[in-house]
């Protein structure tokens, strides 16, 4: 298992649980804060559920409603289900030490360099010197490629986050279309807000808090009322470039039914549908399946392409939407509830999927 998010934690877990005998390589060797709105949705919530997580316990803060705004127009957004948010150093520490108390064998502080193809299955190349060898990789390693095993798409978007301190309280999930992107704003652990942006062109004024804050504020009269005095709880944004919205693996002609690709790297679904957690997570759940059953990894990822297919492509048309004509946008959520709730639900993966 090479990558120890939300995608690779799930499917160490599973597969240990199964009483398979698993490794998961993690280069970060304590926790980390990752480029994320931190949404969690009632498909994520019951899946983490089912791993064995108490989002309450582990701090998640309640999502009360959402809310879309673009100039002096805002449209409050039905959120007919749960919602949370939970920081991600939080969140991917306590999916790794559930896997490690499954026994899964939990290796952190090591990055994997290279995937070598051998007669009986994978060895994998760690930057220590160590080599890995076993009979199926999964690849979960996110947003970062690794050698000869890149995915087949490279992204324009750049993605930010600044967790802050706002002078006034939250309790919603703001969506907040900008020029060539979003923001999105939600309240998180400890009286603090998380600030995400994902923007299409890197500025270099985005560079700073101040200058991420004033881009932001500049998009609606909502968040340059919210962020009045906001208070950056880092020095400098967390940033991470060349985001490929949209990609959806598709396998070579031939394929090697021993290698799984799970989570980002399996699929990048435009963040805004804050479904990316739950993709990862019931991707990885999935692959521990196909792996205890036997499966293709060809069969699996056809099955996956069918049921993200859907999600997939709403979450584009609603980004593209939000792109073009951010005030049309909330105006047409403002006059038809029922069409932006109907439209909510088409990102999501089904409860089963
Ligand atoms: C701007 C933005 C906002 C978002 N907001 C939301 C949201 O609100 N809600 C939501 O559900 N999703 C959101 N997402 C999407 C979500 O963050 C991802 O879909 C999710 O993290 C994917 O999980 P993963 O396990 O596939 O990858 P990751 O979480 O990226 O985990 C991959 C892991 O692999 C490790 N790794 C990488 N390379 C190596 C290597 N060579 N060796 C060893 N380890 C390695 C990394 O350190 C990392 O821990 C957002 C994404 C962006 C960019």
């Not at 009483?19 to 390589?25: D, Q």
């Not at 108490?54 to 705004?69: K, N, P, T």
């Not at 039914?257 to 804050?274: E, K, W, Y």
């Not at 004509?325 to 047409?332: N, S």
Request: proline share 5%.
């Amino acid at each position: 298992m090479l990558g120890g998010g939300p995608a690779g934690a799930a499917a160490a877990l599973c597969l240990a649980r199964a009483g398979i005998s698993v490794t998961l390589i993690e280069r970060e060797a304590a926790p980390q804060e990752k480029v994320c709105g931190e949404f969690l949705g009632s498909n994520a919530a019951r899946r983490l559920r089912h791993l064995g997580l108490d989002l309450a316990a582990l701090g998640a803060v309640s999502i009360e409603g959402a809310r879309l705004a673009s100039g002096a127009r805002r449209a409050a957004l039905d959120l007919p289900f749960e919602a949370w948010g939970l920081p991600r150093a939080r969140l991917d520490e306590a999916l790794l030490a559930a896997a490690a108390t499954a026994g899964a064998n939990v290796m952190r502080g090591c990055a994997a360099r290279r995937a070598e193809r051998v007669a009986e299955g994978w060895r994998l190349h760690l930057s220590d010197g160590m080599v890995l060898a076993g009979p199926a990789l999964v690849l979960a390693n996110g947003k970062h490629e690794l050698r000869g095993q890149a995915r087949a798409q490279r992204g324009q978007h750049v993605g930010l986050k600044l967790p802050l301190r706002l002078s006034g309280p939250l309790a919603e999930v703001l969506l907040l279309p900008l020029r060539g992107g979003y923001a999105g704003l939600q309240p998180s652990v400890g009286g603090q807000a998380n600030l995400c942006v994902a923007l299409r062109k890197a500025d270099k004024a985005l560079s700073t808090p101040e200058g991420l804050l004033r881009t932001v504020a500049a998009g609606s009269d909502l968040a340059a009322m919210l962020l009045a005095g906001a208070i950056p709880v880092r020095k400098k944004p967390l940033a991470i470039a060349g985001l490929p919205y949209g990609f959806l693996h598709r396998d070579a002609a031939h394929v090697d039914g021993t290698l799984f690709r799970v989570g980002d790297q399996f699929a990048v679904i435009p963040s805004l549908a804050g479904e990316g957690m739950d993709m990862a997570l019931a991707s990885g759940i999935a692959a521990a399946g196909a792996i205890v059953a036997g499966e293709h990894a060809g069969r699996f990822h056809a099955r996956m392409r069918r049921a993200w297919q859907r999600p997939m492509r709403w979450a584009g048309l609603v980004a593209r939407l939000l792109d073009q004509t951010p005030g049309g946008a909330v105006r047409a959520a403002e006059m038809l509830p029922l069409a932006a709730r109907f439209v909510a639900g088409r990102m999501r993966l089904g409860h089963g999927a």
